[in-house]
């Protein structure tokens, strides 16, 4: 008996392998799709966070992978500052017999703690080319002072 491999059948004969075959590409060709959405949404989730300090302030800088001002939402109290956005992503798949629009919303958040508390009063951001720039101003401290009690006349 002649064992033959998966292209070795006669034309129009399946071989064992070629519903596997089938299926293996129809899934890829599912997947691919998908694949620039899932892309955008895996980028919306990693921002590069860079955080300096100086001595009156703190200028954190975001890069949001694209996401425009309109999209982009902050708040701070404390010692936090919190980044927020929304996006969504529209897909049009035109093909010979179907027409299909999908679209999706990606959201992240990400919080930045620091070492001391900031005031929101003062903060101050912009966005150019999907790099949000925001600078916070510490609550000012007064420093301590000591203070001598005077003696009574009594």
């Known amino acids: 008996m002649a064992v033959r491999g ?3 059948w006669p034309p129009g004969v399946d071989g064992p392998l070629s519903a596997l075959e ?3 590409t129809e899934l890829d060709t599912l997947f691919r799709r998908f694949e620039p959405v899932y892309a955008r949404s895996l980028a919306a989730s990693m921002w590069a966070v860079r955080v300096s300090e100086e001595a009156e302030s703190f200028l954190v800088q975001i890069d949001l992978g694209g996401m425009k001002e309109r999209e982009i939402e902050l708040s701070a109290s404390g010692k936090t500052l919190t980044v ?3 996006q969504e992503i529209r897909q049009l798949d ?3 017999t179907h027409s299909r629009e999908s679209a999706q919303r990606n959201t992240a958040q990400r919080t930045v703690r620091f070492p001391v508390e900031i005031n929101p009063e ?3 951001a912009g966005c150019t080319e ?3 720039t925001v600078h916070l101003p510490k609550v000012r401290v007064l420093p301590s002072r000591r203070i001598t009690i ?3 006349d009594e």
């Open 6 to 8: 998966p292209t070795e």
């Open 22 to 24: 089938r299926i293996r």
């Open 84 to 86: 927020s956005a929304s």
């Open 94 to 96: 035109v093909g010979a």
């Open 122 to 124: 003062g903060m101050e």
């Open 130 to 132: 999907g790099r949000l």
């Open 150 to 152: 005077k003696q009574s």
